[in-house]
């Protein structure tokens, strides 16, 4: 019986050392989980964990929702319209990592499965006609536009969007990854992915945000899409890769007002992979793609991979090119007057290497100084890590 006790007792008393030894781990706390729906009238935050977001959640003017690093907030299309909408006043704040980022994803893993972050700030827009209000096409119907250029909607950190790309109710088109309405300075769009969505990875309304670090992988539309206005102007590094479908990778466009002003973005990789074809068989084939008075300074930027294109029925291939000007109305403005410049940039596997017009009438000749190639160019530099990895694949490559 001694024996036995002493057995015992000794077989406790190194449980207890082990478990007091200083090589034990950390005890792990688990993820937390839950739905997210509604309309958020309070702050509120939301730890490490897996939740669920349902319905057309809403964040109101002088509320702010914060996620913890490494959370994953998971959306089934089977719902119904689902999206997570900042309204005016309203913060969101991502507080990924770059191993442990915010990942907003879709139950069913299919591009255009729902609508995306949509964000609403205070920042001033330039509407069609020179307006300063527009209405959003998003299905919220919500009017945007504001007079606080600093405006601050939060802060978007290692943060990952995948199959965005629905319609909601009646909305005119379908959503992007991230679209921005408005969105101002004080705002930080750093280190973010829009993984396969159905529409454009980012599009901005107007606002003066700028985004650094950004991904825009496999999105079926443009890659970077803006209009009314939008002035961004400490943007670098942004990276496309167009594989399966994919349109432009940058539409830009200013509503048809000739601006002073316009957004500047360094370290620019645009690729299309072979094999890619444009989303309604059509001619958007280039990787850069200015009209309606679109304009901007580009800088240290890599071009690869924009070819030809031979529509399906066999009768009309478009030639891809660098650089293509729409419309004559931006070239006589933009171009001519030197408010279009593309500094350092390379060019590989790319039909037309020379910007041309969309049509022949549009004879398109740079200033001196405002297109310069170059074969130096390096293009955006991302690191690579959870943040920008899928099912296994560094999208930074």
């Known amino acids: 019986m001694k024996t036995k006790l002493f057995a015992l007792a000794l077989a406790t008393g190194l449980f207890l050392n082990s478990c007091s ?17 509604g309309t958020f009238t309070a702050n509120k935050t939301y730890a490490y964990g897996n939740y669920t977001l349902k319905g057309i959640v809403k964040i109101n003017s002088g509320v702010t929702v914060t996620f913890e690093a490494g959370s994953t907030i998971t959306i089934d299309k089977a719902t119904g319209d689902n999206a997570l909408v900042v309204l005016k006043g309203g913060k969101l704040i991502t507080q990924g990592t770059a191993d442990k980022p915010v990942v907003f994803t879709e139950k069913s893993k299919l591009p255009g499965s729902w609508g995306g972050i949509i964000v609403y700030g205070d920042a001033p827009a330039k509407v069609a006609g020179g307006g300063t209000t527009g209405t959003s096409e998003d299905g919220n119907k919500i009017s945007y536009g504001g007079t606080n250029a600093a405006d601050n909607s939060g802060s978007l950190v290692y943060t990952r969007v995948e199959y965005a790309g629905s319609k909601l109710a009646d909305g005119e088109k379908e959503n992007n990854g991230f679209t921005f309405y408005s969105v101002g300075s004080g705002t930080t769009l750093d280190h973010l992915v829009s993984y ?70 360094s370290n620019i990789t645009l690729k299309r992979a072979a094999g890619n074809v444009p989303e309604a068989n059509d001619n958007q084939v280039d990787a850069f793609q200015f009209k309606r008075e679109g304009n901007g300074e580009y800088s240290n930027i890599i071009i690869d991979g924009y070819g030809n294109y031979t529509t399906t029925d066999g009768k009309t291939t478009y ?28 060019i590989t596997n790319t039909t037309n290497i020379n910007p041309i017009g969309a049509t022949d009438a549009i004879v398109v000749a740079f200033p001196t100084g405002a297109f310069v190639p170059s074969n130096t160019a390096t293009g955006a530099s991302l690191t690579a890590g959870a943040w920008a990895t899928v099912d296994g694949v560094d999208l930074t490559k």
């Open 21 to 37: 030894s200083s090589d034990d781990p950390t005890p792990v706390t688990p993820p937390a989980t839950g739905e997210i729906t």
């Open 196 to 265: 396969k969505g159905a529409d454009d990875g980012f599009e901005f309304f107007g606002g003066t945000v700028s985004m650094t670090n950004a991904i825009s992988y496999g999105n079926y539309d443009d890659s970077f899409d803006w209009q009314d206005g939008w002035q961004g102007s400490t943007n670098t590094n942004w990276y496309a890769y167009q594989t399966g479908k994919g349109n432009y990778g940058m539409e830009i466009e200013a509503s048809l007002n000739d601006n002073a002003f316009g957004p500047k973005i």
């Open 319 to 346: 030639k891809g090119s660098a650089v293509s000007i729409l419309d004559g109305v931006t070239n006589d403005h933009q171009v001519k007057t030197g408010k279009i410049k593309l500094l350092n940039v390379k």
